[in-house]
């Protein structure tokens, strides 16, 4: 099975192309969806150990654990050194029950996939691209966000010019949805003609 990363900045349109894998049918493991589900679970009490006052009816309060982030200038690292393992753990369980049930090809969608070490791990990756102007335009429609909210995400981000450059497939999300897709319906063309070495190298075992 080969083991392919989706990753892409915020506002990238990562979300979208995810979607279509899934309508192709292959098997997409989404670390923030996965982050969601921790919140609720396993990370709860370890993230109230971190940061008091985090969590509420055993759920971290998201609003609370930003404003205890924004505090603490160590505290990105306290949380990504609580979190890392335990999605790294949901994906190795995603992955193994996916080449179980006979799958080529399964997605790992991570959007710090490259500012976690994660393209080591798989083998190639797929990248949400567009141009700075619409990716800003669009995260800004989003509620509750501002342009400094957007400056302190972005800045804990690497550079697109890094991304592009070590990325397999760079596909553009900045133009039309039918034209992002045939660029993606490509890579997948190009991926089934690849040998996968990364899950038995890092994930079976």
Known sequence: MLVAGLTGSIGMGKSTLAA???????????????VHRLYSGKAAPLIEAAFPGAVADGIVDRAKLSAALARDPLGF????????????????????QAAASGAQLAVLEIP????????????????????ENIRRARVLQRPGMTPEKLDLILSRQASEA??????????????????????????????????????QRHWSA
Not at 122 to 131: E, F, Y
Not at 168 to 187: C, E, N, P, R, Y
């Open 112 to 131: 710090l996939l490259f500012e976690t070490g994660g393209d080591r791990l798989v083998d190639a990756v797929i990248l949400a691209s567009a141009p």
């Open 20 to 34: 279509h894998l899934r309508d192709q049918g292959v098997p997409v493991c989404d670390a923030d969806a996965e």
């Open 77 to 96: 690292e306290r949380l990504n050194a609580i979190m890392h393992p335990l999605v790294r753990e949901a994906e190795r369980d995603f992955l193994r």
């Open 162 to 199: 890094d991304k592009i450059a070590k990325a397999d497939f760079v596909i553009d999300t900045g133009t039309d949805i039918a034209a992002s897709l045939k660029q993606l319906d490509a890579a997948l063309d190009a991926l089934k003609r690849r040998k996968g070495l990364a899950f």
